[in-house]
């Protein structure tokens, strides 16, 4: 195994704009998933790859740094009372399945249809998940917020919450009693994902909103969890491979230890659904993103023909949709907090100035 | 003057109409229960911080109401005489009050209280029993320093209990302490052992880079490194967010115990009936 590491690792060389936008990317990163419990890595790992990073490494250094975040953001909602720990490690432990099969199923398609094909697959994945989900996500949060911001369990969740499958399971933050074997296939779907695009999230947070019935809080707060336990097997794996840049890990941690507690004190302050929003605006414009990259794949496995300029053009665009993808998710979350912030100082205010009477 | 005399004296005598009353009052239809109520007692215009602070915190936690009654002893009518000076003294009393008031409904709103500030002149426990009587089902009565448990049951009987200033005196000297001086220290020193760290582990680039990544076993050492970093540098952070003002409102927890609390269940209360 350890053979691998000295031909295949070229490890590239700092400079102080690489290390800004790691940094930059990290915080940004770490803001929005200390708030809605994923993000960051779909930016991260195609910036570093077009950073001269190689592929296994930028995948490797992500998710080392994926992890301790995951850990102060999971102990800082922890402390907030948001986060469902044994929802989450049972998550966790099936998404660890969810995984190896994820692996499996790209692994048969790159031996049948090569890199492009696999590629393409990935992409496709991309935008037919995202679009699915985050568009019923920002559906709901737009419902929500029109309603007055009143977070309502689905049906669906509360009609699985009455099947009596043994063994039943009592969730207590996230105060929903259902039936493992409801449980683990949102796990496992989560684990595939992640294997698949790298953001396991995406499924994960809806999936315990919409399906188990628990709250967008806990939700996101519960994913930091299983973030955790999936970057920490997935850092030993790779590790033990050589293939983490610690020196990359430790600038996009600087940023990002830094965005996920602010984003974690974000939940705080916002209405519940503003997580909904954030996610739901993410996963559509990533999904844009994503489908952008699509021809390029198409033509390489000679579905279609296109130029090679406007081929580079799209990939261009598609990585920085997926920029304005995780800023305007950032924007949101400062701009929510600002002004619950604001309302809140003004209420304080108010009554120090009344007390000032006596 | 006479007229303005009976005027001060429909006011002491009609607490109903001069206070204002909780939601739940007599004239909205009536509600199957009377929620249950935690007074606040005091006799200044506004009521000390740090028993406020208390009573909020119970009143949450135990899903009550809360009521302020500031009482004023010495504006109260002696006999049928009243200085329009007392008069006027009154009016700045009750307008200070409720002016803190309304800014503490606010307040109060936002944790999910219900609160409602009254006022009142002359005796203390005449004024608890007049609260009592309009709002009903008060469980207890909290009253600040300079209180005496006797004035509070003049009329009725009640629990009563005592905040005193020591409480409140070690609550202010433990908030400054974690916002003042200890929490700078702590960024700072956070801050400089997270710089450090970064340092030695930059300083070193190649030798690092060179064990980091030789896998197998040496997979320990850049797990071991991010753990102690998320460690060092997530304290900082914390710090560094808390010291730049920016931490959760108190008001982030959703209150379980307020959902579990046993339903409110119909006393059965003796009633007057005319046997037929």
């Not at chain 2, 949450?60 to 009654?69: K, M, P, S, V």
Request: hydrophobic share 50%.
């Amino acid at each position: 195994m350890t053979d691998i590491a000295p031909e295949a690792v070229k490890f590239i060389d700092l400079s102080l704009t690489t290390i800004a936008f790691l940094f930059i990317v990290g915080f940004i990163g770490g803001l929005v998933s200390g708030f809605i419990g994923s993000g960051g890595a779909f930016v991260l790992t195609p910036g570093m790859m077009s950073l001269g990073v190689p592929g296994a490494v930028a995948v490797a250094s992500n998710m080392c740094h994926k992890f301790p975040k995951a850990l102060v953001g999971a102990y800082k909602r922890y402390k907030y009372g948001q986060v469902d720990i044994k929802l989450g490690l049972i998550m966790a432990a099936s998404a660890g399945v969810g995984v190896q099969v994820g692996i499996m199923i790209q692994e048969w398609i790159l031996k049948k249809w090569g890199e492009a094909g696999s590629n393409l697959y990935v992409s496709l994945s991309f935008v037919v998940i995202l679009v699915i989900v985050g568009g019923y996500v920002f559906y709901d949060a737009w419902k929500t917020s029109k309603s007055g911001g009143e977070e309502k369990v689905t049906s669906l969740a509360l009609w699985l919450q009455k099947i009596n499958l043994p063994p039943m399971m009592h969730f207590k933050t996230a105060n929903v009693y259902i039936s493992m074997w409801f449980t683990i296939p949102i796990g496992f779907a989560t684990g595939m994902l992640a294997a698949t695009i790298a953001v396991g999230g995406f499924i994960g947070v809806p999936g315990m909103i919409y399906v188990l019935g628990a709250s967008g809080l806990v939700a996101s707060a519960t994913e930091l969890v299983i973030a955790f336990v999936m970057g920490f097997g997935g850092t030993v794996k790779w590790a033990i491979n050589g293939m983490v840049d610690i020196r990359l890990t430790l600038i996009i941690l600087a940023g990002s230890l830094l965005g996920v507690q602010l984003g974690a004190i974000g939940t705080t302050y916002v209405k519940e659904h503003m997580i909904k929003i954030v996610m739901g605006t993410i996963m559509l414009i990533v999904a844009v993103s994503r489908g952008l990259a699509v021809p390029k794949y198409l033509k390489q496995l000679g579905v279609i023909s296109m130029e090679e300029s406007t081929i580079s053009l799209l990939m261009a665009a598609s990585f920085i949709i997926m920029c304005i993808a995780l800023g305007i998710g950032a924007l949101i979350i400062l701009g929510s907090m600002w002004k619950a912030k604001r309302a809140e100082t003004a209420a304080e205010a108010a009554l120090a100035l009344d007390k000032s009477y006596s | 003057m006479l007229s303005f005399i009976k005027k001060v004296q429909e006011k002491e005598t009609g607490p109903e109409q001069e206070s204002p009353r909780l939601g739940n009052g007599r004239e909205s239809p009536p509600k199957p229960e009377v929620s249950r109520k935690i007074l606040v007692v005091g006799k200044g215009e506004t009521l000390d911080a740090e028993v406020m602070d208390y009573a909020v915190n119970l009143a949450e936690r135990l899903g009550y109401d809360l009521i302020a009654l500031s009482v004023n002893p010495t504006l109260g009518q002696k006999g049928r005489f009243f200085s329009p000076y007392k008069y006027h003294l009154r009016e700045k009393f009750a307008q200070r009050a409720r002016a803190a008031g309304e800014a503490l409904k606010k307040k109060m709103a936002l944790r999910g209280v219900n609160f409602e500030q009254v006022v009142k002149f002359g005796d203390l426990g005449k004024a608890v029993a007049a609260v009592n009587q309009q709002f009903k089902r008060i469980e207890f009565v909290i009253t600040q320093d300079g209180v005496k448990e006797k004035e509070v049951n003049g009329e009725i009987n009640i629990p009563v209990f005592r905040i005193t200033g020591y409480q409140g005196e070690r609550m202010m000297a433990k908030e400054l302490d974690s916002r003042g001086i200890g929490l700078m220290g702590k960024t700072v020193g956070y801050g400089i052992a997270a710089a450090g760290l970064y340092a030695a582990l930059f300083w070193n680039t190649d030798t690092v880079m060179h064990y980091f990544t030789k896998g197998s076993w040496y997979a320990a050492l850049p797990i071991a490194t991010v753990f102690v970093v998320s460690f060092v540098h997530g304290a900082f952070s914390n710090y560094l967010w808390e010291a730049l003002g920016i931490q959760a409102p108190k008001r982030v927890q959703p209150r379980p115990t307020a959902a579990k609390r046993p339903v409110d269940r119909k006393r059965p209360r003796p009633q007057l009936r005319i046997d037929t």
